[in-house]
């Protein structure tokens, strides 16, 4: 069993990598 919380820090990070990602490729194709 996996708790909450050590499931968010290691979820939480890798969100955030993968969103700067997607608004520099969108800022790059011009969307934004």
Do not use: S
Not at 8 to 17: A, H, S
């Amino acid at each position: 069993f996996i708790h909450l919380k050590d499931l968010l820090k290691k979820i939480v990070p890798f969100k955030r990598q993968v969103y700067r990602q997607v608004i520099a490729y969108f800022r790059k194709e011009g969307y934004l």
